[in-house]
């Protein structure tokens, strides 16, 4: 059930990413993301009062919505800028600062006031982001002077769905490794208080990861961070098949961490200098969210006999395939910044 309801949150959200896409340049960034925002919090809210498998399903699956409208306005918005790394890298830094806030302190909200407390904080939290909702519209590039680059376009040309496949698949090793983190940790005999200890640490990590690429230097160009950033979340799920050993599972959650957020800014970079209106980055969202959604689905129906030893199997081989296909996109994504 675990899976389900990550896979069906992730799913609403793609569908989230798909409708700012089709919105850029017919309606504002900052009412989008209000709008998002405006559905999170409702059903967050409901989701207090659900009591039936069902139920808790269809709420969160409306919730991902609002959250992939949001979350695709705002990297639609960083796609104008000069740049757009350092934009990227820093929405991951808040990100994972507010993340770990939220991860920290919620198991002790759940246990002094119960389940609902978690869904209360989301809500408080989605109140307090409407209220920066009009920096979008301060960063976003002039949508109503600017000429899109047609969808059509951009699903034909090899070299974006190079670069949106390798995104779907790292996004699916990714998401799927984070989906069973804390099953996989309860199964090897790990302590509840111990596992939110290391899922905390391992946000810290995150944070650096961000940092890290906010200092980078433009020599790096992107292939080389992007290939160092998948294979450094490879390793960590490797080390996630000893998690019965405390010091394995903090390694493999802070390396995957590290990992994940030092490479998202740079997919997000290639993205960006492809299409600077934002429309393949917010492409890139649904791609995201699809990926996050596909890989914990895939797991909860191969998990059988071997317990979750499948999903970290999936991880793998989707990072590996992943790193493969980037290759291709970038020297592509490269061709075409050269030609403008």
Request: charged letters at 10%; a positive charge.
């Amino acid at each position: 059930m675990v899976g389900w309801i990550s896979s069906i949150n992730i799913l609403g959200a793609a569908i989230g990413g798909l409708i700012t896409t089709l919105s850029i340049g017919r309606t504002s960034l900052m009412k989008i993301a209000r709008t998002g925002l405006i559905i999170l919090i409702a059903f967050d809210l409901i989701s207090v009062f659900c009591n039936t498998e069902l139920s808790i399903l269809t709420v969160r699956f409306l919730s991902g919505i609002g959250g992939g409208l949001v979350y695709a306005a705002g990297l639609a918005a960083f796609s104008g800028l000069k740049d757009s790394t350092k934009a990227f890298a820093t929405y991951i830094v808040v990100y994972c600062f507010f993340g770990g806030l939220i991860l920290i302190s919620t198991p002790f909200l759940i246990a002094q006031f119960g389940v609902k407390a978690g869904f209360i904080t989301l809500a408080i939290m989605s109140i307090i982001c409407f209220t920066f909702t009009p920096v979008l519209d301060r960063i976003a590039p002039n949508a109503k002077k600017r000429e899109f680059i047609s969808l059509n376009y951009l699903l034909k040309n090899k070299n974006v769905l190079y670069g949106l496949l390798s995104y779907f698949l790292l996004q699916l090793g990714g998401g799927t490794m984070w989906a069973y983190c804390e099953r996989i940790g309860i199964e090897a005999g790990l302590t509840i208080s111990f596992i939110g200890l290391v899922l905390g640490i391992s946000v810290v990590f995150a944070l650096l990861g961000g940092l890290l690429v906010m200092k980078a230097k433009e020599e790096w160009g992107i292939y080389k961070p992007l290939t160092a950033g998948i294979i450094t979340m490879g390793i960590g799920t490797v080390f996630m098949f000893f998690a019965d050993f405390k010091i394995f599972f903090l390694l493999a959650n802070c390396i995957v961490g590290v990992g994940w957020s030092f490479v998202i800014p740079y997919y997000q970079q290639m993205q960006a200098k492809f299409d600077l209106s934002g429309r393949v980055v917010s492409l890139g969202t649904i791609v995201n969210m699809g990926g996050r959604s596909a890989g914990p689905a895939i797991a909860a129906l191969t998990l059988g006999n071997s317990a979750f030893d499948n999903a970290l199997w999936i991880s793998i081989i989707a990072l590996l395939l992943s790193a493969a296909l980037a290759i291709p996109a970038l020297k592509g994504f490269k061709a075409q910044a050269g030609s403008t």
